[in-house]
Nanobody, 122 residues
Framework: QVRLVESGGGLVQTGDSLRLSCVASGRTSGPYAMGWHRQAPGKDREFVAAISWTGGMTRYSDSVQGRFALSRDSGKNTVYLQMDNLRPEDTAVYYC???????????????WGQGTQVTVSS
């Protein structure tokens, strides 16, 4: 099992940028994919982005494609979610997630962080 700790959430305005970080610890010998899910008020959790163990493959939800970018520093067991051109509909609790591969992460993550709040005001 991998322990995940997020940081970087906050309150921003429409059009602003924000970067989330997630550090993995525990059984990090790999391979495992990392990424993010989010949950808006009154809605189900949804997939946001995933990156492979090597960082060579990424996938994004349609709603964030072109605005969010996920990167990975394997030496630090850390992933970064750069969020640009934020919109009010991006307001949610963002959870760092991990799974065996990116496909598994998108559908059924194995590990979850505690979440960090992102609020985008209009």
């Amino acid at each position: 099992q991998v322990r995940l700790v997020e940081s970087g959430g906050g309150l921003v305005q429409t059009g602003d940028s924000l970067r989330l970080s997630c550090v993995a610890s525990g059984r990090t010998s790999g391979p495992y994919a990392m990424g993010w899910h989010r949950q808006a008020p009154g809605k189900d959790r949804e997939f946001v982005a995933a990156i492979s163990w090597t960082g060579g493959m990424t996938r994004y939800s349609d709603s964030v494609q072109g605005r969010f970018a996920l990167s990975r520093d394997s030496g630090k067991n850390t992933v970064y979610l750069q969020m640009d051109n934020l919109r009010p509909e991006d307001t949610a609790v963002y959870y760092c997630t991990a799974a065996t591969n990116t496909a598994a992460l998108a559908s059924a993550p194995r590990d979850w962080g505690q979440g960090t709040q992102v609020t985008v005001s209009s």
